[in-house]
Nanobody, 123 residues
Framework: QLQLVESGGGSVEAGGSLRLSCAASGYPSSWYSMAWFRQSPGTEREGVAGITTADGRIYADSVKGRFTISRDNAKNTLYLQMNSLKPEDTGMYFC?????????????????WGQGTRVTVSS
């Protein structure tokens, strides 16, 4: 079974940067489309960025131009580079993998999830 472990979260001031990592094990991550979701207290889980097995990328409008998703299949690792962070980016960030069809607007297509890493952006 595919297992995902996130790291790289932390606290940063507005305008700062963080790089999240998601290490996959159990199966080659190259077999899966992968994505980052985030969730704040009292809100639904929101898709932030996704990447296909062919390296196609898609972003939520709220992070376009600031966040970059990438993958290193040799290292079985997914990344999220977050620049120009805003307080509204605060939340728990989750790595997810999909074996079939998926959409960034729904968590339904993603069968594998990590435990999350927390990001806090202060103003």
């Amino acid at each position: 079974q595919l297992q995902l472990v996130e790291s790289g979260g932390g606290s940063v001031e507005a305008g700062g940067s963080l790089r999240l990592s998601c290490a996959a094990s159990g199966y080659p991550s190259s077999w899966y489309s992968m994505a980052w979701f985030r969730q704040s207290p009292g809100t639904e889980r929101e898709g932030v960025a996704g990447i296909t097995t062919a390296d196609g990328r898609i972003y939520a409008d709220s992070v376009k131009g600031r966040f970059t998703i990438s993958r290193d299949n040799a290292k079985n690792t997914l990344y999220l580079q977050m620049n120009s962070l805003k307080p509204e980016d605060t939340g728990m960030y989750f790595c997810a993998a999909a074996a079939g069809s998926w959409s960034l607007t729904s968590a339904v297509g993603f069968g594998y999830w990590g435990q999350g890493t927390r990001v806090t952006v202060s103003s």
